[in-house]
């Protein structure tokens, strides 16, 4: 008989307070957390001090009005080596394959669509350049709505800089490691790992020499994305709060021209410094970009009979003014068992108010046997009919009702409240299947009266 007091050994556990590489990162989702990267850097007692200790600038980000209410009340303070107000005048640059909401290259469309990954980068494209969108809803003028981006990069970003004033990214790595080089500090970010980069944060993306990185990004107009309710799961599960990781302090003091590239109203902006913005040496606040390791996820599912609504899956949620109805949620699909008695147990067929789009970060999905891709994405549009394709269904009807861990691959969903309307190229891509009809097709009458 196994000791159970033997068998877990602290060898291999990370210390407290670190993160991916070791790093020392903050934990908890939501804090008030501080950091800084030289002893004394953060003044103690109050904000704005007659003079900012080291000879900084002290500056307030705001990623709330100054009066929603304290719970959605969000900002950070920066002492930074010089305030971000030294810059030149913004100038337009290239939009390159980066769209943005109004979405109206193309009418609102009822198709169930499905794509093959992005071809590769262009030799010498950063996560900027690499942007594509796919397209998205509301408006980001509005601060409503929400975009889905694929990216595709294969260069670092070493005098470049990116901002986004239209809303939060949430950045989903599908292949290869980014380093995200941000105003409060490092975030190493790995497939099955995401990013949370609030609105207005700056950061650079570095990936390693010779390498190339492809992923999705969520774009987020409206309310910043949170933890969801519990309700009577009670006070744990899901996503659990501690689980993300925010970076400390680490500041970039050579001066060297670099560009700071702003995405506002839909458009790139861009203006170069003689120096690096990413020179905050200590913060403090709630306004800060995260980490999150998606197999942390507590994956809660039936331990009787059907298959509970994915809403139990979802990770974060951008609330809209209307209780329980996401201007946009993030819904993983984790390793998990399924044991229903008497259930057809992958995703069933139905047609849905929200709209929903789904990528695979690795592995396969339970619902479609073939065809859907790490790297690919399906789109089922407000009240699109779908569900498992032909081959799952006829496997899972028929399949043998013994426990069953589900443990292949990595999927997830951006789930939103608006019907999605394409990008023009995404409808017109090369990567779009043309054939995504046909999953369905024999699923034969069987009806007998
Ligand atoms: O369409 C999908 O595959 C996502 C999904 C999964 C599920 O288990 C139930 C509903 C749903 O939309
Ligand atoms: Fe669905």
Redo the contacts with the bound molecule.
Sequence with gaps: MTDHHDARTTADVPPIGTGPGGRAMLSGFGNEHQSEAVAGALPRDRNSPQRAPLGLYAEQLSGSAFTEPRARTRRSWLYRVRPSAVHPAFARVDNRELRCAPFEETVPDPNRFRWDPLPAPAAGTDFVDGLWTLGGNGDARQRSGMAIHLYRADTSMPDRVFGNSDGELLIVPERGVLELRTEFGRLTVAPGHVALVPRGVRFAVDIAEGTSARGYVCENYGAPFELPELGPIGANGLADARDFLAPTADFDDTDRPVEVVNKFGGNLWAATLDHSPLDVVAWHGNHVPYVYDLRRFNVIGSISYD????SV?TVLTSPSDTPGLANADF?V?APRWLVGEDTFR???F?R?V?S?Y?GLIEGA????AAGFLPGGG?L?NMMSA???DRETFDRASGADLVPQKVDDGL?F?F?TRWPVTLAGQARSAGHLQQDYDTVWDGLRRNFRS
């Design positions: 298959h509970p609504d994915p899956f819904v699909f992958p995703p069933y139905h849905n929200m929903e789904m999905y339970d619902a479609k399906s089922h779908h569900g498992p999927a969903m789930e």
